[in-house]
């Protein structure tokens, strides 16, 4: 039997992951680790442990060092963003076991959203303005002030004035100014694969969000955008899977963001046929890969459950 260290197992995103290997009945011992216990992830692993927080660096390296040792880990799937980034640029040797991620390039470029910005630039796609807060005030509004590095929708604004932007830039380090983009009612997360041998499969969601996570979604098809997350996974030399966000505007696809990670949707698009996860796992392993053609125009949803671990019974 293999073992399997996922990390962030309090999230949704890794605890996605764990209910995918589950239910693909691979026959994996999964190990979790998340920087604290007050959540559910303990729920969904064989093995839980506490470990350092990721930016702690060295003390986080030597702490998942521990672990692969401890469990005699074979492969780490990394479920943050900071966490593929730290993971990925370790030395094999160093750790002795596979480490999920969707290549080099990929990763040096899109754990920074204003890098992935202008690198979309150059290769001639037309993108949203976007400059550093620190640098300079927005001309236009109503616009976004975000992160420019990992948090997902934790950090996100929409700025009307420019009381607003100078209040967030000076409240928020590391962030950028980007602009809104029109109409934001066709917002599509897209997850794009790609194979070892360059085939490149892409699954286009318009979606709703609530509370910053995918609520909704409806699987579409639009030519162009097909063909843009195609030329962009090519550019990136993408080795496994990532998402694309977009919006598609008046003038075309506008991508704002590329998560180097599989995203908080990727139980749901297992659940249709889109098994990036089980193919990028697959690949790596030198095995055969199986697609499914996805119908248009299915539809998926969110849901939520709860579970009680401790019942007091003093009065």
Same mark, same amino acid.
């Given at each position: 039997?293999?073992?399997?260290?996922?990390?962030?197992?309090?999230?949704?995103?890794?605890?996605?992951?764990?209910?995918?290997?589950?239910?693909?009945? %691979?026959?994996?011992?999964?190990?979790?680790?998340?920087?604290?216990?007050? $959540?559910?992830?303990?729920?969904?692993?064989?093995?839980?442990?506490?470990?350092?927080?990721?930016?702690?660096? #060295?003390?986080?390296?030597?702490?998942?060092?521990?672990?692969?040792?401890? @469990?005699?880990?074979?492969?780490?799937?990394?479920?943050?963003?900071?966490?593929?980034?730290?993971?990925?640029?370790?030395?094999?040797?160093?750790?002795?076991?596979?480490?999920?991620?969707?290549?080099?390039?990929?990763?040096?470029?899109? *754990? $920074?959203?204003? #890098?992935? /910005?202008?690198?979309?630039?150059?290769?001639?796609? #037309?993108?949203?303005? *976007? &400059?550093?807060?620190?640098?300079?005030?927005?001309?236009?509004?109503?616009?976004?002030?975000?992160?420019?590095?990992?948090?997902?929708?934790?950090?996100? @604004?929409?700025?009307? &004035?420019?009381?607003?932007?100078?209040?967030?830039?000076?409240?928020?380090?590391?962030?950028?100014?980007?602009?809104? %983009?029109?109409?934001?009612?066709?917002?599509? *997360?897209?997850?794009? @694969?790609?194979?070892?041998?360059?085939?490149?499969?892409?699954?286009?969601?318009?979606?709703?969000?609530?509370?910053?996570?995918?609520?909704?979604?409806?699987?579409?098809?639009?030519?162009?955008?097909?063909?843009?997350?195609?030329?962009?996974?090519?550019?990136?030399?993408?080795?496994?899977?990532?998402?694309?966000?977009?919006?598609?505007? /008046?003038?075309?696809?506008?991508?704002?963001?590329?998560?180097?990670?599989?995203?908080?949707?990727?139980?749901?698009?297992?659940?249709?046929?889109?098994?990036?996860?089980?193919?990028?796992?697959?690949?790596?392993?030198?095995?055969?890969?199986?697609?499914?053609?996805?119908?248009?125009?299915?539809?998926?949803?969110?849901?939520?459950?709860?579970?009680?671990?401790?019942?007091?019974?003093?009065?």
């Amino acid at each position: 039997m293999k073992n399997y260290l996922v990390t962030g197992v309090g999230g949704d995103i890794a605890q996605g992951i764990i209910r995918i290997i589950r239910e693909s009945d %691979l026959g994996i011992n999964i190990i979790g680790c998340d920087i604290n216990n007050k $959540n559910a992830g303990s729920l969904f692993v064989d093995k839980f442990k506490l470990v350092n927080p990721a930016k702690e660096g #060295k003390r986080y390296i030597k702490t998942i060092k521990a672990l692969t040792i401890e @469990f005699d880990v074979d492969v780490i799937i990394p479920s943050t963003e900071s966490e593929v980034e730290i993971l990925s640029n370790i030395d094999k040797s160093y750790l002795d076991c596979m480490v999920i991620n969707p290549g080099k390039k990929v990763i040096d470029i899109c *754990t $920074n959203k204003y #890098k992935t /910005n202008s690198f979309l630039r150059s290769i001639g796609l #037309k993108v949203p303005w *976007t &400059n550093y807060s620190s640098d300079k005030y927005p001309d236009n509004y109503p616009c976004i002030f975000k992160a420019n590095k990992g948090t997902g929708s934790k950090l996100l @604004f929409v700025v009307d &004035n420019i009381k607003e932007a100078e209040y967030l830039a000076k409240k928020y380090k590391n962030t950028i100014f980007q602009e809104l %983009l029109l109409p934001d009612d066709y917002e599509v *997360t897209c997850a794009v @694969f790609r194979k070892k041998d360059g085939q490149i499969r892409v699954l286009q969601m318009k979606r709703k969000l609530t509370g910053g996570f995918t609520s909704w979604a409806k699987v579409i098809y639009d030519a162009e955008i097909e063909n843009t997350c195609k030329y962009v996974a090519k550019e990136l030399n993408l080795e496994g899977s990532m998402n694309i966000q977009l919006r598609k505007t /008046n003038n075309g696809p506008r991508i704002f963001e590329i998560n180097p990670r599989f995203s908080s949707t990727v139980y749901m698009r297992h659940l249709i046929g889109f098994e990036d996860f089980i193919w990028s796992i697959k690949d790596i392993m030198g095995e055969k890969l199986k697609f499914t053609d996805i119908a248009i125009g299915t539809e998926l949803v969110r849901t939520q459950g709860a579970k009680v671990l401790k019942v007091n019974t003093k009065n």
